[in-house]
């Protein structure tokens, strides 16, 4: 591989992408609406049970997801950190072969 074969990080694109994935977890954390029963038949009061059960798991699925979203733009940009800095190294090692073995 040529010096000017180099891989290339587009390191504004992989930024993109996590702060893009780390707001829709974001906004997938927050907990929506949940129908409520508000007649007094029995079918009414077995709606509002199951409603209170939805809004209890949609309640720990919000608190599960909501750390996710900046845990996983924190891994990806320690991930594109690292990336860099092994290139870097990689580039100054590749300096040091001697031109007549490339």
Not at 25 to 39: D, N, S
Not at 45 to 51: E, K, N, Q, R, S
Request: aromatic share 0%; proline share 6%.
């Amino acid at each position: 591989m040529a010096a000017n074969d180099r891989i290339s990080l587009e390191e504004a694109a992989i930024t993109d992408t996590a702060q893009s994935v780390a707001a829709s977890l974001a906004q997938a954390a927050q907990p929506g609406p949940v129908p409520t029963a508000t007649g007094a038949s029995p079918i009414d009061a077995a709606a509002a049970g199951v409603a209170g059960a939805v809004v209890a798991h949609v309640a720990a699925s919000a608190a599960d997801l909501a750390p996710r979203s900046a845990e996983g733009l924190a891994k990806s940009q320690a991930a594109l950190a690292e990336m860099k800095a092994q290139d870097n190294a990689n580039a100054s090692a590749i300096n040091t072969v001697p031109v007549e073995l490339i």
